[in-house]
């Protein structure tokens, strides 16, 4: 695969549950055996998501320290602060999105409504995979 990602915590959620569609599901399966980028911002999400049920936790917080968890930096700030100003996303949006933005990476998120509205982000929503 040519195309670099990044998963948001959301479509990790979905993806481990198996709450996508088998399309959506073996696409991701594709992208997660050649790469596994998320934002310091999901590796919290996930270590500190209380799912449903408890087994589950092992399985975030593994997928989580298995990541390549990408961090913080000047430009993701600054990229960070016009998003917010500009689409008044929700602070950890805003930063996922930046880090997508900056490391020039393309997000997967379920959260249409909210990352639509950044004109410069490379977006998909493997929700919309249909069988």
Same mark, same amino acid.
């Given at each position: 695969m040519g195309e670099r990602y990044l998963i948001d915590t959301s479509a990790v959620i $979905? #993806? @481990? =549950?198996? =709450?996508f569609t088998a399309a959506a @599901?073996? #696409?991701m399966d594709q992208i997660l055996d050649d790469q596994c980028n998320i934002s310091f911002v999901s590796e919290i999400e996930l270590r500190v998501w209380n799912p449903a049920n408890p087994s589950d $936790?092992? %399985? #975030?917080? =593994?997928f989580a320290v298995n990541s390549n968890v990408i961090g913080i930096s000047q430009e %993701?700030?600054? $990229?960070?602060v016009?998003?917010?100003m500009s689409h008044r996303l929700k602070l950890p949006d805003a930063i996922i999105a930046a880090t997508a933005i900056v490391n020039n990476l393309t @997000? @997967?998120?379920d959260n249409d409504k909210d990352f639509l509205k950044v004109p410069d982000l490379s977006y998909q929503n493997p929700g919309k995979f249909v069988d």
């Open positions: $979905k #993806y @481990l =549950n198996g =709450n @599901l073996e #696409y $936790k092992e %399985v #975030y917080d =593994n %993701v700030i600054d $990229k960070t016009q998003i917010r @997000l @997967l998120a």
